[in-house]
C-alpha cells in the first residue's frame, strides 16, 4: 500500500513536505519500477494533476499552477516519494494523493495508476 503523510494547516506563504512511502506489496514489487505521481482533490472538484515523476526520478512534471512552488523527488531506496510545497496559497487546499503507474513514464492523468494512497489534507489558510 501507498501511505500519504505530512498534510496540516500552514498559513499562505508556508511549506509543508508531503511524503508516500510504499510497504507491504508482495514480494517482487520494486517501487523503482514505478512512476509516481501527486494529485489533489479539494471539496466538491474533481482530482487533478498536481506533479509526477518518471521511475528512475530523472525528470519531473509539474501543473501549471504550482510550478516554482512545488518539488517532487523520490528516494528508490527508501521506497519514498515526496513533495515539497513551498509559497503555500489557500487555493492549495484539498486532500492530497500519491499514486503509482506501473511503467516508467509518468501521466497528468489519473486514469493508468494502479495504486493510490490514502491522500492527506492541506489546508492553507489565508
Known amino acids: 500500500q501507498l501511505q500519504a503523510s505530512g498534510g496540516g494547516l500552514v498559513q499562505a506563504g508556508g511549506s509543508l513536505r508531503l511524503s508516500c512511502t510504499a510497504s507491504?506489496?508482495?514480494?517482487?514489487?520494486?517501487?523503482?519500477?514505478?512512476?509516481m505521481g501527486w494529485f489533489r482533490q479539494a471539496p466538491g472538484k474533481e482530482r487533478d494533476f498536481v506533479a509526477a515523476?518518471?521511475?528512475?526520478?530523472?525528470?519531473?512534471d509539474y501543473a501549471d499552477s504550482v510550478k516554482g512552488r512545488f518539488t517532487i523527488s523520490r528516494d528508490n531506496a527508501e521506497n519514498t516519494l515526496y513533495l515539497q510545497m513551498n509559497s503555500l496559497k489557500p487555493e492549495d487546499t484539498a486532500a492530497y494523493y500519491c499514486?503509482?503507474?506501473?511503467?516508467?513514464?509518468?501521466?497528468?492523468?489519473?486514469?493508468?495508476?494502479?495504486?493510490w494512497g490514502q491522500g492527506t489534507e492541506v489546508t492553507v489558510s489565508s
Open positions: 499514486a503509482a503507474r506501473r511503467s516508467s513514464l509518468y501521466l497528468r492523468r489519473s486514469e493508468g495508476y494502479v495504486y
Open positions: 507491504g506489496f508482495p514480494s517482487g514489487f520494486s517501487f523503482s519500477s514505478y512512476s
Open positions: 515523476m518518471t521511475s528512475s526520478g530523472s525528470f519531473g
